[in-house]
Protein backbone atom coordinates (compact mmCIF):
# COMPACT_ATOMS: atom_id res chain seq x y z
CA UNK A 1 0.00 0.00 0.00
CA UNK A 2 1.74 3.36 -0.75
CA UNK A 3 1.96 5.74 1.95
CA UNK A 4 1.29 9.59 1.68
CA UNK A 5 3.61 12.21 2.71
CA UNK A 6 3.07 15.31 4.21
CA UNK A 7 4.48 18.34 2.26
CA UNK A 8 5.76 21.50 3.03
CA UNK A 9 3.45 24.06 2.83
CA UNK A 10 5.30 26.23 0.17
CA UNK A 11 5.16 22.85 -2.13
CA UNK A 12 1.47 22.71 -1.55
CA UNK A 13 0.86 25.90 -2.23
CA UNK A 14 3.10 25.84 -5.63
CA UNK A 15 1.11 22.77 -6.32
CA UNK A 16 -2.13 24.21 -6.35
CA UNK A 17 -1.44 27.13 -7.78
CA UNK A 18 -0.33 24.99 -10.61
CA UNK A 19 -3.20 23.36 -10.99
CA UNK A 20 -5.01 26.59 -10.99
CA UNK A 21 -3.12 27.53 -13.63
CA UNK A 22 -3.43 24.35 -15.74
CA UNK A 23 -6.96 24.31 -15.26
CA UNK A 24 -6.80 27.86 -16.93
CA UNK A 25 -8.34 29.60 -13.71
CA UNK A 26 -5.16 31.97 -13.74
CA UNK A 27 -4.72 32.37 -17.22
CA UNK A 28 -1.25 33.18 -19.38
CA UNK A 29 -0.73 36.54 -18.79
CA UNK A 30 -2.81 37.35 -15.85
CA UNK A 31 -1.07 38.72 -12.45
CA UNK A 32 -1.18 36.77 -9.49
CA UNK A 33 -2.52 38.58 -6.01
CA UNK A 34 0.83 40.12 -4.21
CA UNK A 35 2.46 38.23 -1.50
CA UNK A 36 0.69 39.51 1.69
CA UNK A 37 -3.39 38.88 -0.26
CA UNK A 38 -2.30 35.22 -0.87
CA UNK A 39 -0.59 34.70 2.26
CA UNK A 40 -3.79 35.80 3.53
CA UNK A 41 -6.10 33.11 1.66
CA UNK A 42 -3.89 30.48 2.05
CA UNK A 43 -2.95 31.22 6.15
CA UNK A 44 0.62 31.18 5.74
CA UNK A 45 3.46 33.49 6.43
CA UNK A 46 4.11 35.96 3.08
CA UNK A 47 7.89 34.06 2.99
CA UNK A 48 5.90 31.09 2.12
CA UNK A 49 4.15 32.41 -0.92
CA UNK A 50 7.66 33.85 -1.87
CA UNK A 51 9.70 30.33 -1.55
CA UNK A 52 6.25 28.95 -3.60
CA UNK A 53 6.28 32.01 -6.11
CA UNK A 54 10.22 31.21 -6.56
CA UNK A 55 9.92 27.37 -7.28
CA UNK A 56 7.37 28.21 -9.94
CA UNK A 57 9.27 31.03 -11.65
CA UNK A 58 12.02 28.32 -11.64
CA UNK A 59 9.94 25.79 -13.44
CA UNK A 60 9.41 28.69 -15.93
CA UNK A 61 5.40 28.86 -14.73
CA UNK A 62 5.43 32.44 -13.47
CA UNK A 63 7.46 35.03 -13.97
CA UNK A 64 8.34 37.58 -10.76
CA UNK A 65 8.22 40.98 -11.78
CA UNK A 66 9.80 43.05 -8.71
CA UNK A 67 6.98 45.66 -7.14
CA UNK A 68 4.60 44.33 -9.05
CA UNK A 69 4.01 40.75 -7.74
CA UNK A 70 3.74 37.17 -10.28
CA UNK A 71 2.95 36.82 -13.83
CA UNK A 72 1.20 33.89 -14.97
CA UNK A 73 3.51 32.48 -18.03
CA UNK A 74 2.69 29.41 -19.24
CA UNK A 75 0.08 26.54 -18.31
CA UNK A 76 1.96 24.10 -20.60
CA UNK A 77 4.88 24.63 -17.83
CA UNK A 78 2.19 24.03 -15.28
CA UNK A 79 1.17 20.64 -16.30
CA UNK A 80 4.68 19.76 -17.11
CA UNK A 81 5.45 20.76 -13.36
CA UNK A 82 2.34 18.93 -11.54
CA UNK A 83 3.98 15.64 -14.06
CA UNK A 84 7.01 16.32 -12.59
CA UNK A 85 5.97 16.30 -8.66
CA UNK A 86 3.63 13.33 -9.17
CA UNK A 87 6.69 11.34 -10.06
CA UNK A 88 9.08 12.84 -7.25
CA UNK A 89 6.16 11.71 -4.83
CA UNK A 90 7.41 8.06 -4.33
CA UNK A 91 10.82 9.48 -3.84
CA UNK A 92 9.51 12.33 -0.86
CA UNK A 93 8.15 9.05 0.74
CA UNK A 94 11.15 6.54 0.32
CA UNK A 95 12.99 10.07 1.80
CA UNK A 96 10.71 10.57 4.86
CA UNK A 97 10.32 6.49 5.60
CA UNK A 98 14.39 6.93 5.30
CA UNK A 99 14.50 9.81 7.86
CA UNK A 100 11.76 8.68 10.28
CA UNK A 101 13.69 5.11 10.49
CA UNK A 102 16.92 6.73 11.32
CA UNK A 103 15.70 8.48 13.96
CA UNK A 104 13.83 5.61 15.60
CA UNK A 105 16.78 3.92 15.84
CA UNK A 106 18.88 6.55 17.42
CA UNK A 107 16.28 7.39 19.86
CA UNK A 108 16.24 3.02 20.54
CA UNK A 109 20.32 3.25 20.81
CA UNK A 110 19.96 7.05 23.07
CA UNK A 111 17.65 4.18 25.31
CA UNK A 112 19.80 1.74 25.41
CA UNK A 113 22.86 3.48 26.21
CA UNK A 114 21.51 5.36 29.27
CA UNK A 115 19.46 2.10 30.27
CA UNK A 116 22.98 0.09 30.62
CA UNK A 117 24.78 2.82 31.93
CA UNK A 118 22.30 3.45 34.92
CA UNK A 119 22.71 -0.79 35.59
CA UNK A 120 26.88 -0.33 34.81
CA UNK A 121 26.75 3.19 37.41
CA UNK A 122 24.36 0.80 39.81
CA UNK A 123 25.76 -2.26 41.86
CA UNK A 124 22.93 -2.62 43.84
CA UNK A 125 20.74 -2.92 40.70
CA UNK A 126 23.06 -5.85 39.42
CA UNK A 127 22.75 -7.79 42.52
CA UNK A 128 19.39 -7.66 43.06
CA UNK A 129 19.27 -8.78 39.48
CA UNK A 130 20.84 -12.34 40.65
CA UNK A 131 22.37 -12.69 37.58
CA UNK A 132 25.40 -10.56 35.81
CA UNK A 133 25.11 -8.13 32.77
CA UNK A 134 25.72 -10.21 29.78
CA UNK A 135 29.17 -8.11 28.47
CA UNK A 136 31.95 -8.44 26.21
CA UNK A 137 35.57 -7.25 26.44
CA UNK A 138 36.82 -6.31 23.08
CA UNK A 139 40.71 -5.35 22.71
CA UNK A 140 42.00 -2.97 20.83
CA UNK A 141 44.87 -4.11 18.81
CA UNK A 142 47.62 -1.40 18.91
CA UNK A 143 47.96 -1.29 14.96
CA UNK A 144 43.99 -1.63 15.04
CA UNK A 145 42.54 0.44 12.41
CA UNK A 146 40.21 2.26 14.53
CA UNK A 147 43.11 4.00 16.41
CA UNK A 148 42.03 7.91 16.64
CA UNK A 149 38.69 7.29 15.36
CA UNK A 150 35.18 8.55 17.05
CA UNK A 151 32.39 6.00 18.40
CA UNK A 152 30.38 7.97 15.99
CA UNK A 153 32.33 8.35 13.32
CA UNK A 154 33.11 4.48 13.23
CA UNK A 155 29.20 3.95 13.04
CA UNK A 156 29.63 1.25 15.88
CA UNK A 157 26.37 0.49 17.31
CA UNK A 158 25.01 0.05 13.55
CA UNK A 159 27.93 -1.50 12.76
CA UNK A 160 28.17 -4.32 15.52
CA UNK A 161 25.00 -4.25 17.26
CA UNK A 162 26.71 -3.64 20.21
CA UNK A 163 26.26 -1.06 22.61
CA UNK A 164 29.75 0.41 24.41
CA UNK A 165 29.26 0.98 28.00
CA UNK A 166 33.15 1.44 28.84
CA UNK A 167 36.31 2.07 28.12
CA UNK A 168 39.58 0.79 29.85
CA UNK A 169 42.43 2.49 29.44
CA UNK A 170 45.16 1.70 31.53
CA UNK A 171 44.26 2.77 35.17
CA UNK A 172 41.04 4.79 33.43
CA UNK A 173 37.52 3.78 32.93
CA UNK A 174 35.19 6.04 31.06
CA UNK A 175 31.56 5.30 31.72
CA UNK A 176 29.22 5.32 29.43
CA UNK A 177 31.45 7.02 26.57
CA UNK A 178 29.77 9.20 23.96
CA UNK A 179 29.75 9.33 20.18
CA UNK A 180 32.63 11.85 20.03
CA UNK A 181 34.57 9.29 22.36
CA UNK A 182 37.55 7.75 20.50
CA UNK A 183 38.87 4.27 20.52
CA UNK A 184 43.29 3.76 21.00
CA UNK A 185 45.29 0.87 20.97
CA UNK A 186 44.83 -0.95 23.96
CA UNK A 187 41.99 0.28 25.23
CA UNK A 188 39.85 -2.64 26.39
CA UNK A 189 35.99 -1.73 25.31
CA UNK A 190 33.45 -2.90 27.25
CA UNK A 191 30.11 -3.90 25.33
CA UNK A 192 27.19 -5.31 26.02
CA UNK A 193 25.19 -6.80 23.28
CA UNK A 194 24.82 -10.77 21.95
CA UNK A 195 27.81 -13.40 21.03
CA UNK A 196 27.49 -11.84 17.38
CA UNK A 197 27.44 -8.43 18.18
CA UNK A 198 30.77 -8.78 20.40
CA UNK A 199 32.44 -11.24 17.40
CA UNK A 200 31.65 -7.73 15.15
CA UNK A 201 33.06 -5.47 17.39
CA UNK A 202 36.10 -8.25 17.22
CA UNK A 203 36.40 -7.76 13.56
CA UNK A 204 35.95 -4.54 13.11
CA UNK A 205 38.71 -3.27 15.60
CA UNK A 206 40.84 -5.99 13.99
CA UNK A 207 40.03 -5.30 10.11
CA UNK A 208 42.93 -3.71 7.66
CA UNK A 209 41.97 -1.34 6.15
Known sequence: MKQSVVLSQYLQI?????????????????????????????????????????????????????????????????RRYIANFEENTDVRVLRR???????????????????????????????????????????????????????GALKFWQSTGGTIVAIRRGQTVLLSPGPYAELYGGDIIVLVGTPTAAEAAHHLVSAKE
Request: without cysteine; proline residues 8%; aromatic residues 4%.
Open 97 to 151: QLKDMIEEAADLHHRITDTVAALVKSRDTFAAAGEPLPNYEVPVPPNSPVTGKSI
Open 14 to 78: ALDLATRIAKGELPEGSRIYGRSVMASEYNVSPETIRRALRLLADMKVVEIKPQSGAVVLSADSA
